[in-house]
């Protein structure tokens, strides 16, 4: 067993775990933040990400011990670090995510709003592809992308004051009715 301190989601946790468990087993299974999903387990879904010190990892290649004395977000994190910092409801990113129809079986939509959220803190104003490449490595089965790339843009829109774009699900159905 391996004695591991770090801060998760804000709070100080001192906890052990056998020293070849991953970041995602620690997470997931001995803490019980089952946000953070396990899907393929060779870094290739991204369904798994976390932020480490701000920056999105793979937490199912990356071992509990790499987290010792840094600072960990999950999903379950980011509505407290928003309204830690001020702001009201969820994080802007998970009200886009809402909003524009970006929410399917959900299985990949912590990792992706998890990556969209490193992105916008350290660029809030990416464009297009540079919202692509930052999603690459999420992989999504159901929405084809445009609906989460729309809630990046959403957000963005959001926080700078300026129109957001047409969710491509009221475009669908605007549509529908001419």
């Not at 804000?10 to 933040?33: F, I, M, N």
């Not at 980011?78 to 910092?85: F, I, V």
Request: hydrophobic share 35%; glycine share 10%.
């Amino acid at each position: 067993m391996r004695l591991i301190r770090f801060r998760l989601n804000g709070d100080d946790v001192h906890t052990s775990c056998p020293s070849h468990w991953t970041l995602l087993e620690l997470v997931r299974y001995q803490l019980k933040l089952t946000g953070t999903k396990q899907g393929c387990d060779k870094g290739d879904c991204g369904a798994c990400t976390v932020l480490l010190n701000g920056k999105p990892v793979l937490s199912c290649l990356c071992l509990a011990a790499n987290a010792a004395d840094q600072e960990v977000t999950t999903i379950e994190g980011l509505r407290p670090a928003h309204l830690k910092a001020g702001g009201t409801g969820s994080d802007p990113i998970q009200e886009a995510f809402d909003a524009c129809g970006a929410l399917q079986c959900g299985f990949c939509q912590p990792g992706m709003m998890l990556s969209a959220r490193a992105l916008l803190n350290a660029n809030p104003n990416p464009n297009r592809e540079e919202i692509q490449e930052a999603l690459s490595g999420n992989l999504c089965r159901c929405t084809g992308y445009t609906q989460i790339v729309q809630a990046v843009e959403t957000a963005i829109a959001n926080a700078a004051g300026t129109k957001a774009p047409v969710p491509a699900w009221q475009t669908d159905l605007d549509g529908e009715k001419n």
